[in-house]
């Protein structure tokens, strides 16, 4: 059996009194892939927002067997964690390499950030051909 990376319990995410993410729960083991589907609102979203960091939850969260309760999302960044939301998401203002630059911040390392570049650059090789686009 896979090792469990991400143990999700009886997550409830709420705005005020509107209860947005109604106790969900689920485990992803490395290797395997997970999808949230579902209409507009049904909470998708705001469900990768409490896990990233970005709104308060109730329930548990685990990345690696360590609680991420409580913890700003910075710090599940630098755990290994993040949020990156669609379109609307990136710095239309940056060029794809500064965006690409923005998202290996918490590697201290040049050699680390090359790395990463390389590996983001042959997983999306189309990104290569515009990195100065905006």
């Given at each position: 059996m896979s090792e469990t990376i991400l143990k999700v319990e009886n997550l409830v995410i709420r705005y005020g009194e509107?209860?947005?993410?109604?106790g969900i729960?689920?485990?992803l083991r490395r290797g395997e892939i997970l999808a949230l589907i579902g209409a507009n609102g049904a909470g998708k979203t705001t469900t990768l927002?409490?896990?990233?960091?970005?709104l308060p939850y109730e329930g548990s969260v685990e990345l690696e067997g360590r609680s991420l309760?409580?913890?700003?999302a910075d710090r599940i960044v630098h755990l290994g964690m993040a949020h990156v939301p669609e379109g609307r998401g990136i710095f239309g203002g940056l060029t794809v390499m500064e965006n690409?630059?923005?998202?290996?911040?918490?590697?201290?390392?040049?050699a680390s950030r090359?790395?990463?570049l390389e590996w983001v650059l042959g997983v999306f090789p189309r990104l290569r051909e515009r990195l100065d686009q905006f």
């Open positions: 509107i209860r947005a993410v109604k729960s689920f485990e927002r409490g896990l990233s960091g970005m309760k409580g913890l700003s690409l630059r923005l998202g290996a911040w918490v590697r201290r390392d040049a090359n790395h990463y």
